[in-house]
């Protein structure tokens, strides 16, 4: 089946620790999206890229770094956690026949300690 | 600013109906999206909307009225299972999803 993955599931961390996180799809959509998610709140986009051209949401703290080496994948690099950044990591897609519509891998939820 | 506005949580019972509101001031309009996300879980995608009316699927429905600034989701037959956060979102001028902070569901036995 067609689908986004992420990977780990699940991501403890230590405050300061540089952590990176990885989405891949086989959707083949040439759109990519990160999301921060806290408990409670709507999803908070960080970055998409629009095949390689990237976009960085102008409130996107610079702690936070996204690398997408091909089409497939798309990594989200946190240099530097902070306890604040403690939250669930969406990573979504889209294109195809329903170009608008985005489908969400699982998530990482990242703990900061 | 750009808005969208649901109410934070709604209890129903198991077999009844229950209709989810969404209302939103966006810059432009592209179409409405409803998604569904279960404790712990990703967002998975129920329904989209970008012309007036309704559209039905299976137990659930979705209405809007752009001229309102307004949709509903109608769940139907309520299940234990659909206990879960409703998230409204709108695809803005700019084909950005602008995003509520979603409606979470109780369902009562």
């Known amino acids: 089946d067609a689908m986004v993955i992420q990977n780990p599931r699940y991501q403890v961390t230590q405050f300061g620790k540089p952590v990176t996180l990885s989405c891949s799809q086989t959707l083949n959509h040439n759109v990519m999206y990160w999301y921060q998610q806290k408990s409670s709140q709507a999803p908070k986009l960080l970055f998409h890229?629009?095949?390689?051209?990237?976009?960085n949401e102008a409130d996107t703290p610079d702690n936070f770094q996204s690398r997408r080496p091909n089409t497939s994948f798309c990594f989200l690099d946190i240099r530097s956690p902070g306890l604040g950044d403690a939250a669930m990591y969406l990573c979504?897609?889209?294109?195809?026949?329903?170009?608008?519509?985005?489908?969400f891998g699982p998530g990482t939820r990242l703990t900061v300690l | 600013g750009q808005n969208i506005d649901q109410p934070t949580e709604m209890t129903a019972t198991e077999g009844a109906i229950v209709q989810i509101n969404c209302t939103y001031q966006t810059s432009g309009f592209n179409g409405l999206f409803w998604y569904q996300q279960h404790a712990g879980e990703a967002p998975t995608f129920l329904s989209y909307?970008?012309l007036d009316g309704l559209e039905e699927k299976g137990r659930f429905s979705s209405f809007l009225s752009r001229s309102k600034g307004y949709s509903y989701l109608l769940l139907k037959e309520l299940q234990m299972k659909d206990s879960a956060s409703y998230l409204c979102a709108v695809l803005d001028s700019n084909y950005q999803l602008i995003w509520g902070a979603g409606t979470k569901l109780i369902i009562k036995p």
């Open positions: 979504a897609t889209s294109g195809g026949e329903q170009s608008d519509t985005q489908y």
């Open positions: 890229y629009y095949d390689k051209d990237f976009n």
């Open positions: 909307n970008v």
